[in-house]
């Protein structure tokens, strides 16, 4: 059997994140999402070959997997989407490269239970798709199912919807699934959609069978995957492991993970579970909240206080600053003073825009994403929610209440240039 991951489109939920990184390369600790599906595929015996669709930032992807095929018991291949035109055109341009048998298909940012994901891979069934129950099913495509648990229709985002069980984005199809994505046609939306091809197979007469997961989580937002790598640390980190060093008078309570060269200075305070990685440095007298992932060779200086947080490689918050429910992306600089606020003055349900749109994200704490090779000056504040695009700079004594797109230079008087392309190694425009 072969899997196929989806692993194309620019990540827009995951903004700023991806302005950087492509979605396959996100870390999750101390590897990234996309080892994260093929170390669960390991686990599968019947998978002989995986096959990853890209496209944004593809060689990145390419490079990446190159480095650890090794560790892996099977083949994989990177195929190139082309243009992101949705999942059903995506998994097409996977499908010329599986020549028979059945597939396991999986949406990249996505996470479950191997369990569940055995199960699928060793159904009998051709065709079936697995969902999971979910709280508020608005943002989700709706599976409508028979009494019979058979697939009946797919709603996507429906404003009233018929039920709670949500598309997973983890499919088994036979190959021949391929006949019914070249037949259909353009979504709402510009994109050739999985789920219309589903909805083909259903009026054809075909029995698609739905499979209740036990575990699932969308990492297709910020706020989302945050709360996920949090979840994998307090899964991993239940033990004291130090390969780094401590100075004298650190105190820790709680379970940590400190990875090699990494060091904890004098004074520090650290409340477990928390990563440090390669590396970091942390302190002197800093506090480290549980919940914290620390990076590879980041550094968090004097008087900083982390919590909840994810602090990527190499960012450097050195003086008096609060980094609290936030995502700090790799190699930012937080000049002295400068707070990431976490919670509304009204104490309101925080609100982050997706795609130019005020979406809530379900969390009374949320503090800011901070893009790639961000500096901000000294004593900035970060209101809750607000996003900082990669490249941008941020003037001394500024409060941010708004969004700041990538490459842009945020002036004190509060008005924006744009970095010249020089300094801006990625492309703005496809962020605005």
């Known amino acids: 059997m072969e899997a196929v991951i989806l692993a194309a489109g620019f990540g827009r939920g995951l903004e ?173 939306r510009g994109e050739y959609e999985l789920t219309d091809a589903l909805r083909l197979l259903v009026r054809g007469g075909s029995t698609v069978r739905v499979r209740e997961l036990t575990y699932w989580r969308d990492l297709g937002r910020s706020w989302r995957y945050l709360d996920f790598c949090k979840e994998i640390l307090y899964e991993k980190v239940k033990t004291t492991a130090i390969f780094g060093d401590i100075e004298e008078s650190v105190r820790i309570r709680g379970p940590i993970y400190v990875g090699e060269n990494a060091e904890i200075l004098s004074g520090t305070y650290v409340e477990g579970p928390v990563f440090i990685g390669k590396g970091a440095r942390v302190g002197p007298n800093a506090y480290i909240r549980p919940g914290t992932i620390v990076m590879n060779e980041a550094r968090i200086g004097f008087s900083v206080e982390v919590k909840e947080s994810i602090v990527m490689e190499g960012v450097h918050a050195s003086h008096l600053s609060y980094i609290g429910d936030s995502i700090i992306c790799e190699h930012s600089n937080l000049g002295a003073g400068t707070i990431t606020a976490n919670l509304r003055l009204d104490d309101r349900e925080i609100k982050v825009a997706v795609k130019k749109v005020k979406v809530s994200t379900g969390r009374r704490k949320l503090g800011a994403l901070v893009g790639g090779y961000v500096k901000t000056g000294v004593n900035v504040s970060i209101n809750p929610g607000v996003k900082i695009g990669a490249y941008s700079r941020v003037f001394p004594g500024l409060v941010l209440y708004e969004d700041i797109p990538p490459c842009s ?13 020089s300094e801006c190694p990625i492309s703005r425009e496809t962020w605005l």
């Open 16 to 188: 700023p994140i991806t302005h950087t990184r492509p979605k396959p390369l996100i870390p999750i600790l101390d590897r990234t999402l996309i080892e994260y599906h093929l170390d669960n595929l390991t686990k599968v015996s019947t998978i002989k070959r995986v096959v990853v669709v890209a496209s944004y930032m593809m060689e990145k992807v390419r490079e990446k997997l190159k480095s650890v095929e090794d560790r892996y018991p099977f083949d994989i291949e990177v195929v190139d989407q082309g243009a992101p035109l949705g999942s059903g055109h995506a998994l097409l341009k996977g499908l010329e490269t599986v020549s028979r048998g059945d597939v396991l298909v999986i949406y990249v940012d996505s996470a479950y239970s191997v369990d569940d994901l055995k199960e699928i891979a060793e159904s009998s069934h051709p065709y079936l798709v697995a969902g999971y129950r979910v709280g508020d099913s608005r943002d989700y495509g709706v599976l409508v199912t028979k009494s019979t648990g058979e697939l009946e229709e797919v709603i996507e985002k429906p404003p009233q919807p018929a039920s709670n069980l949500v598309n997973a984005g983890i499919y088994r199809l036979a190959v021949d699934i391929a006949t019914y994505l070249e037949k259909i046609e353009l979504s709402p």
């Open 409 to 421: 230079v945020v002036k004190s008087d509060g008005t924006i240039s744009t970095l010249p392309p």
